[in-house]
């Protein structure tokens, strides 16, 4: 996640914030006796280093603490939706057409419009452009010879304790959530539903499958306790206390830290994602 970075809250392109992580491929072991090849271009929900190894970002230890023991750059106390799938290492001609190429961007796109303290008029103005930018993409990949696609849509942003702990004046929904900045990402979600239309009518051969990201966060959140979270709107590593647990001065593997015993038992891991 690009918002992650200090580095990275100077202005940014779209072409930048669509490209930059992307370009680090993630490689995790593999598991798999025939494992196909993944190529994924997302933000720090699913990025294994991209943001350390390519930027030099600081990712420290509780980081990284529940699985590999130490920090990995992830960021997350333990394993990220990509690396429960697995991994083949060899890419060759056949290997790109048979690879499954998953794109998970939008978050920072539309954080970066609320953090220039543009009006919400003008963030979901911003849109089409992000989405047109994710098709451009995946038609270069398709030209290369690319199959398989699964784009991820945007989760909900107004339910992030650092966005919950950062914005001033906030219009909470009824989950306690920043409804515009949700009503944004749905936005987003939407045309970029219909986008994975167009692609799919476009593409011939291709297979493109939409993910509804959004809903199961959203379900996560407003049922928590059924899944057996405890507040579902706290980091489990930040500091500041609840209600959020989130201060931008004191962020998760920062002098001064505070971390939740049982990381697993909070939706959100670092406020950020
Ligand atoms: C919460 O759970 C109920 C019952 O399973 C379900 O009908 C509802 O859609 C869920 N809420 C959200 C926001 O997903």
């Not at 914005?167 to 929904?173: A, E, I, R, W």
Request: a positive charge.
């Amino acid at each position: 996640m690009i918002s992650h970075s200090p580095l990275l809250s100077q202005p940014l392109s779209h072409f930048l914030h669509l490209l930059l992580l992307p370009l680090f491929f993630t490689s995790v072991a593999s598991q798999c006796k025939n494992p196909p090849i993944i190529f994924n271009f997302g933000d720090s929900n699913s990025d294994t280093g991209g943001l350390v190894a390519g930027l030099g970002f600081p990712v420290n230890l509780p980081n990284g603490r529940t699985f590999f023991h130490r920090s990995t750059g992830r960021l997350s106390d333990g394993r990220l939706l990509i690396d429960f799938l697995c991994f083949g290492n060899f890419v060759t001609d056949e290997g790109l057409r048979n690879a499954l190429y998953i794109i998970d961007i939008g978050q920072n796109d539309i954080d970066d419009s609320f953090s220039k303290k543009m009006s919400y008029a003008q963030v979901t103005k911003r849109i089409p452009s992000v989405i047109l930018e994710i098709e451009n993409v995946v038609k270069v990949l398709y030209n290369q010879g690319g199959r398989k696609f699964w784009i991820h849509n945007t989760g909900p942003l107004g339910c992030l304790p650092q966005k919950l702990a950062l914005v001033q004046k906030k219009d909470l929904d009824p989950i306690g959530c920043i409804s515009d900045y949700n009503s944004a990402a749905r936005i987003f979600n939407e045309g970029l539903r219909r986008s994975c239309e167009r692609m799919k009518s476009q593409f011939s051969g291709a297979t493109i499958v939409y993910v509804d990201i959004y809903s199961i966060k959203y379900d996560l959140i407003a049922n928590s306790s059924k899944y057996g979270f405890l507040s579902p709107l706290t980091a489990c590593c930040s500091s500041g206390g609840p209600p959020y647990n989130y201060d931008i001065r004191v962020t998760c593997g920062r002098p001064g830290y505070q971390v939740c015993n049982e990381g697993s038992r909070y939706v959100s891991w670092d406020g950020i994602c």
